[in-house]
Every structure is written in C-alpha cells, then in structure tokens.
C-alpha cells in the first residue's frame, strides 16, 4: 500500500485558512460598530440601554430584566442569560440578586 506524501505546503493550508477567517470575523466586528447596541443579545430583541451616561436609565434596564427573566422561564439552563441578568442588577444596585444570579449560572457551568 503506498501511501499519499503531501508536499509542506499543504499542511499549513488549515492554519492560513483559520487566520482569514479570525480576521474577517474581527474586521466584520469592528465594521458593526454601534450596530451591536440594536442587535439581539440572548434572544432578546429591542435596543440595549446606553450605560455610557453618567445616569442610569433605570426603567430601560428593569424592562431588560423582565426580558431576561422571559428567556429564563423558558430556559432556564441558559449560562449566558443569567449571566446578564446578573450584570443588569447590578447596574441598578441590587447586588444580592446579581450574586444569585451569577451563582446560578455557576452551578450550570461549573468553570466559570
């Protein structure tokens, strides 16, 4: 049985391959730019509150809790859900909830 010898050149093909695409990834994510504030997160649609201001819009962050709360009542194994819905409590200060919530999602992925 005689086998196949490939020329060098052919095992990097793999690795330039991978590298055109983390560059195209990253160059389609820096062309986004503020496009992602009006992306869907998590399954969650609608714009994202701008915490960028120096006051927190409190009613937009309670209705992302309701959405997240919404995604989690029908998954609650979702990581990354709980995940933001601990960082949206403790945008508003309620940082007993946040800790709940990013325990919860360390007892589903215990790695984190």
């Known amino acids: 049985m005689a086998l196949l ?6 095992r990097i093909i793999p690795r330039i ?6 560059v195209a990834s990253f160059g389609m994510a820096l062309a ?11 399954g969650l649609s609608g714009e994202q509150p701008d915490l960028s201001n120096s006051t927190i819009n409190r ?6 809790i309701k959405r997240t709360k919404a995604v989690l009542t029908a998954r609650p194994d ?3 859900a709980w995940l933001r819905l601990s960082v ?3 945008q508003i200060g309620e940082n007993s909830l946040a800790e709940e919530a990013r325990e ?8 984190l």
Do not use: C
């Open 5 to 10: 010898v490939l020329p060098h050149y052919f």
């Open 17 to 22: 391959i991978l590298i055109l695409l983390i």
């Open 32 to 42: 986004m730019g503020d496009e992602s504030k009006n992306s869907k997160v998590l």
């Open 59 to 64: 009613e937009g962050i309670n209705e992302e």
């Open 78 to 80: 979702y990581v990354a």
């Open 88 to 90: 949206l409590y403790e």
């Open 104 to 111: 919860r999602a360390r007892s589903l992925t215990p790695d």
